[in-house]
């Protein structure tokens, strides 16, 4: 992982998710780039023309740009006396015009972004996942790992990551990626396999994950089923009774994921989810 890509709207969660994920990056010998983005078009009381809109973009960048340098030099108290031997890492940061949703892949593949950080907006990292479009933008079009810290949360002692899988190919990747996380953060990955009861399983795609996770033969890794209509809730439960400390899930652009996280009978379920959330993109090589 080169780079950690923290997005800053500059609120208070916002601080939190980028603090929190600047006391892992060390461990990770990441460097670190916050990014925000002003709106696309100036929001004037009376507009008067030209000049006006010239005076406000610049404007928006300039107070941009001060509040990123500000909050770069408290990521940098943060991480002081962390580093991991001779690693140091660089903290930088980046404003931009537009949608984060259309910026997004330009900036991950222009900064070899690993992991992209958010935090989230409400007391339910998940319920900001479904109903916050900011965050569906940049999943959406992000080709790394998106990870979203709700407030409070905090990640300094990552002991289990409960990964929830859906028997797709695709998958492989996602364990592939906790495997190695694993091995510089040190947690005990847990992969649960999540069917609904309507939903048959490919036995050709189930035999080949599972014999890809016997095949590891790691004592940190353990495998479980869970099955049943409310799927969501039972597993947000099993967050809660296993004392994970990341729920890590796959996104599929169509098929399991958005049939798993149907708006009308998840958000009830997730109201109480304050654990970090990681969403790995099914596309991801």
């Known amino acids: 992982m080169k780079t950690i890509m923290m997005l800053t709207d500059f609120s208070e969660n916002a601080d939190h998710a980028a603090k929190t994920a600047a006391k892992v990056a060390p461990q990770?010998?990441?460097?670190?780039?916050?990014y925000n983005t002003y709106y696309d078009h100036p929001i004037l009381p009376t507009y008067a023309g030209g000049p006006w809109v010239v005076e406000?973009?610049?404007?928006r960048k300039d107070e941009s740009t001060a509040?990123?340098?500000?909050?770069?030099?408290?990521?940098?108290?943060?991480?002081?006396?962390?580093?991991?031997?001779d690693f140091k890492p660089k903290t930088d940061y980046q404003c931009g015009e537009g949608s984060l949703g259309k910026n997004i892949a330009m900036i991950i593949q222009d900064n070899k972004v690993g992991l992209v950080?958010?935090?989230?907006?409400?007391?339910?990292?998940?319920?900001?996942?479904?109903?916050?479009?900011?965050?569906?933008?940049?999943?959406?079009?992000?080709?790394?790992?998106?990870?979203?810290?709700?407030?409070?949360a905090e990640m300094s002692a990552l002991k289990k990551v409960t990964l929830a899988i859906a028997f797709e190919l695709t998958d492989i990747n996602a364990i592939s990626y906790l495997i190695d996380l694993g091995k510089q953060l040190h947690f005990h990955l847990e992969i649960v396999h999540v069917s609904l009861l309507n939903k048959n399983d490919d036995p050709v795609k189930e035999n080949a994950i599972i014999n890809h996770i016997n095949a590891i033969k790691q004592d940190?890794?353990?495998?479980?089923?869970?099955?049943g209509n409310d799927v969501v809730k039972r597993l947000n439960r099993l967050c809660k009774d296993n004392n994970s400390d990341l729920l890590v899930?796959?996104?599929y652009r169509e098929g399991f994921f958005s049939d798993l996280f149907d708006r009308s009978t998840t958000a009830a379920a997730l109201d109480n989810q304050h654990i970090p959330l990681m969403v790995i993109p099914s596309e991801m090589k």
């Open 220 to 227: 940190n890794i353990s495998y479980l089923e869970i099955r």
């Open 67 to 85: 509040k990123l340098s500000q909050l770069a030099i408290q990521l940098r108290h943060v991480m002081a006396g962390i580093s991991q031997g």
């Open 249 to 251: 899930l796959v996104h």
């Open 28 to 34: 990770l010998k990441a460097d670190i780039l916050l």
């Open 117 to 152: 950080v958010i935090g989230s907006r409400t007391d339910s990292a998940v319920d900001h996942l479904i109903f916050g479009s900011d965050t569906m933008d940049v999943i959406d079009h992000s080709s790394c790992p998106v990870l979203i810290i709700p407030p409070k």
């Open 56 to 59: 406000e973009f610049v404007f």
